[in-house]
Nanobody
Framework: QVQLVESGGGLVQAGGSLTLSCAASGDTLWNYVIGWFRQAAGKEHEFVGCISKSGVSTFYADAVKGRFTISRDNTKNTVALQMNSLNPEDTAIYFC????????????????WGQGTQVTVSS
């Protein structure tokens, strides 16, 4: 089974940018759709976006569309989440997750999860 590790989180001012990375081990990443979710304090997991196995297709939540970009490098077994124009409402723990079959915005359909990385956006 695949293991996922997120990195790249931190503190950034509103309007700034961050790039998160999701690194996979234990299996090849091209076997999985990769989704990004976030969880703010006291809230449930929120879909951010996902990328198809080939990387050709991406899907985003309305809240981040036009600001966030997901890309993948299957040769390096990594997926990136580029986040621009960040605002305090983007503050959350960000998780990457793997789905062995198809794109989905439903967290419970993803089989494997990383431990998350904290993103804090100050106003």
């Amino acid at each position: 089974q695949v293991q996922l590790v997120e990195s790249g989180g931190g503190l950034v001012q509103a309007g700034g940018s961050l790039t998160l990375s999701c690194a996979a081990s234990g299996d090849t990443l091209w076997n999985y759709v990769i989704g990004w979710f976030r969880q703010a304090a006291g809230k449930e997991h929120e879909f951010v976006g996902c990328i198809s196995k080939s990387g050709v297709s991406t899907f985003y939540a309305d809240a981040v569309k036009g600001r966030f970009t997901i890309s993948r490098d299957n040769t390096k077994n990594t997926v990136a989440l580029q986040m621009n124009s960040l605002n305090p409402e983007d503050t959350a723990i960000y998780f990457c997750a793997a789905h062995p079959e198809m794109e989905s915005y439903v967290a419970s359909r993803y089989s494997y999860w990383g431990q998350g990385t904290q993103v804090t956006v100050s106003s």
